[in-house]
């Protein structure tokens, strides 16, 4: 590449950069106190707001260029969405607001039941499009209103639910932003998964549960320490695919990728007190 090439290829790109809106809806004022934490009946204690000082670094981020993975029926697209050092501290944000739990479930084995627990911590939130909440994260009170009538949800729609209905917290909701207003999706739940040891992780599956459609958009953003995701076609066994997500990385899976290939996360394969990780998961339905 000549000298000139190189320097109109940097020129564009700081002119692209230039151009650019703010990441975020209203930009915070490095100087503005920390909002209030959301609260919410269906919260063990308020989750925290993000600090001001890491809003600004999430609205100061350079663009992410966006990489694709060409196999067949698969629609995978990644970014390096937040630089390594703005991914680390909303890491260690979200670990000590958010309020994370272990799935616990009952299965028949040699028919008796037993509890397995999932080995990984994990937090849902949102609702399906049935349903949503009045006002925003501000409010406390929000209440669960019918999509179509406005009027409250009666009692019992939620009643066997594995996930009842919770607010997206205003920590995820800015990061929800961030990923619809990158990827022109939009997306109604962000579920959160914390692997905090070596011996975490999530089995083999596809996000194809009914209640997600039948092309389910999927979007993870990694932080933390790289781990590795893999994938395999579900008939075409040598379909196979192994991408390390980095702390930072976004991942973003569209169009026929659940129906057709599984995917896994693996323990991470060296552990030090740092190298724990956590994956945001957003889920459109
Ligand atoms: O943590 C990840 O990267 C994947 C999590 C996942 O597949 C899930 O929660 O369904
Ligand atoms: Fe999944």
């Known amino acids: 590449m000549s000298k000139r090439t190189i320097t109109s290829f940097f020129a564009s790109r700081l002119a692209d950069t230039a151009s650019k809106k703010p990441r975020l809806d209203s930009p915070p004022d490095a100087?503005?106190?920390p909002s209030p934490p959301t609260t919410?009946?269906?919260y063990p204690h308020p989750i925290a707001a993000l600090p001001t000082?890491?809003?600004?670094?999430l609205d100061t981020s350079p663009p992410p260029a966006p990489h694709t993975i060409t196999k067949p029926d698969l629609?995978?697209?990644h970014y390096h969405f937040f630089p390594p050092p703005t991914a680390r501290q909303l890491f260690l944000s979200l670990r000590s607001s958010l309020p994370f739990y272990r799935v616990t479930y009952t299965i028949k084995r040699d028919s008796l039941d037993t509890t397995v627990r999932t080995p990984r911590y994990t937090t849902v939130f949102g609702v399906d499009a049935n349903s949503y909440f009045s006002g925003d994260s501000s409010h406390d009170a929000r209440a669960l209103l019918d999509s179509k009538t406005?009027?409250?949800v009666p009692g019992d729609r939620y009643r066997n639910c594995v996930c009842p209905p919770r607010p997206i917290p205003g920590c995820?909701?800015?990061l929800k932003n961030l990923v619809e207003r990158e990827t022109g999706e939009t997306f109604n739940f962000v579920l959160v998964n914390y692997y905090a040891s070596p011996s975490d992780s999530i089995a083999y599956h596809s996000d194809d549960e009914a209640f997600?459609?039948?092309n389910p958009t999927i979007a993870s953003l990694s932080l933390g320490a790289t781990r590795d995701f893999l994938m395999k076609h579900k008939e075409d066994k040598a379909q196979?695919?192994?991408l390390a997500l980095t702390n930072g990385e976004l991942l973003v899976m569209k169009g026929a990728t659940q129906r057709k290939w599984l995917h896994s996360s693996t323990s991470i394969p060296i552990y030090s007190p740092t190298a724990v990780d956590t994956s945001i998961y957003t889920k459109r339905i």
């Not at 000082?53 to 670094?57: E, F």
Request: hydrophobic share 40%; charged share 15%.
């Open 31 to 33: 100087d503005a106190p």
């Open 40 to 42: 919410h009946p269906s």
């Open 53 to 57: 000082s890491l809003l600004t670094l």
């Open 75 to 77: 629609s995978i697209t």
């Open 150 to 152: 406005h009027k409250a």
């Open 172 to 174: 995820l909701e800015v």
């Open 212 to 214: 997600l459609g039948p």
């Open 240 to 242: 196979t695919l192994k």
